[in-house]
């Protein structure tokens, strides 16, 4: 199947300070990628909808000032959690729709931790 | 609007019998349906899809699913269970380029 990455793979962040995590379609190009947060033992919760080019489209309850996304090009979008606090410490998964095969391919996934 | 629902959030078998995982789903409009599969600290691993045609879609690992209009259902099978096929597993809808829609998941265990 079609290879998505995420950097990084883990961090460790203290309170008040920014974090970027990255997403990368590596074998197709994507104009749509999609950030989930997930919780322990729980499925996965959309944040956001990231289109190349435009404004990332947000679900309900998601603080779009808290969580910058950047579409840069049609293989890389990035999350920047700002200003992190505990209560942000999670595991967040990217997930990029290749077109051709009508299907997302989820990244391996960011575990976040702030102290 | 789309849902979906997994019955059963923890599912235990004997290594060598039958998996089975049950997924529902709603739907206003015919979905595209999907199993994908959880290691621990890991993202998720597309098992297989039904988009059009064929009802019933092989995928990896062995395991195959059955897509049943009349019943709403899209439940996945193995014939034999592995110890290896021990995750979670997740059902999700979606149409065109709608975002994925989650069940709750259900994990997998193999008692050997």
């Known amino acids: 199947g079609a290879v998505v990455s995420q950097h990084p793979s883990r961090v460790i962040c203290k309170s008040g300070t920014s974090v970027k995590i990255e997403c990368r379609s590596l074998d197709f190009q994507a104009t749509t990628m999609f950030w989930y947060r997930q919780f322990p033992k729980q499925s996965l919760m959309l944040m956001a909808t990231?289109?190349?080019?435009?404004?990332?489209?947000?679900e309900q309850g998601v603080e779009k000032d808290k969580f910058l996304i950047n579409h840069a090009s049609l293989t890389l979008s990035t999350l920047t959690v700002t200003s992190a606090h505990p209560e942000d410490s999670s595991f967040y998964i990217c997930?990029?729709?290749?077109?051709?095969?009508?299907?997302?391919?989820f990244g391996p996934g960011t575990r976040l931790l702030v102290l | 609007a789309q849902s979906v629902t997994q019955l059963g959030s923890h599912v235990s078998v004997s290594e060598g019998a039958l998996v089975l995982l049950r997924c529902n789903y709603s739907s206003s409009v015919p979905p595209y349906l999907f199993w994908y599969v959880q290691y621990p600290n890991q993202g998720l691993q597309l098992l297989l899809k039904?988009?059009?045609?064929?009802?019933l879609v092989k995928g990896i690992n062995g395991f195959e699913a059955e897509f049943k209009k009349s019943e709403t259902s899209f439940h996945l099978t193995k014939p034999s269970a592995h110890m290896s096929d021990a995750a979670e597993y997740f059902c999700?809808?979606?149409?065109?380029?709608?975002?994925?829609?989650f069940g709750k998941g259900t994990r997998l265990s193999v008692i050997a």
């Open positions: 990231s289109n190349e080019g435009s404004k990332a489209t947000y």
């Open positions: 999700a809808v979606s149409k065109g380029n709608t975002p994925l829609v």
């Open positions: 997930s990029a729709r290749d077109e051709g095969r009508e299907t997302q391919y």
């Open positions: 039904y988009t059009t045609g064929a009802t």
